[in-house]
């Protein structure tokens, strides 16, 4: 072997200080995008638990107005876990939770409402009236409106 290319070889010892600080550089700005963005998919997951539990105490409301000749009076909380025990009615271990369920309209509608797990706990709410309308509101409790914005869902 000659001895320029040994003296090649044995010159490439590794990165420069220069090298390393721009690839932490890089680095950096990719996570300064990307956290923000995975952050923001997390509190949209625990607003679309806290819909899936209000449209699942709508269903135990149906089923519970099937039972009693359509009627919705005396609609509870704990009515709709007869109906449906997987629905969870308190807060805790990170899950939405039904908050309210009640009858309205003399017995001929209800309200059922859902909080998202996390900082804020955006409502879901659910409204059938007596004529037979149905509307979803939801009202969000954070600054980060992702998962609901006040209004329709």
């Known amino acids: 072997m000659s001895l320029r290319h040994r003296q090649s070889i044995s010159g490439d010892r590794g ?3 220069i090298e390393i600080l721009v690839v932490v550089l890089i680095i950096g700005i990719l996570a300064a995008i990307a956290i923000p963005s995975l952050l923001s998919q997390k509190t949209k997951a625990f ?3 806290a819909k899936e539990v209000a449209r699942t105490g709508q269903e135990a409301a149906e089923a519970y107005s099937t039972d009693h000749s359509g009627e919705y009076t005396n609609l509870s ?3 709709l876990r007869e109906y449906e025990p997987a629905i969870q009615t308190v807060a805790g271990k990170n899950n939405a939770y039904l908050s309210v369920a009640e009858a309205k309209e003399s017995g001929k509608g209800y309200v ?4 998202a797990p996390g900082p804020g706990g955006d409502t879901f709410t659910i409204t059938r009236k007596e004529n ?11 600054s980060n409106m992702d998962g609901c914005e006040t209004g329709s869902w």
């Open 112 to 115: 059922v409402t859902a909080v």
């Open 15 to 17: 990165f420069t200080l």
């Open 77 to 79: 909380l704990a009515i």
């Open 132 to 142: 037979g309308e149905v509307l979803r509101s939801c009202k969000a409790e954070s």
């Open 47 to 49: 607003d679309a638990g």
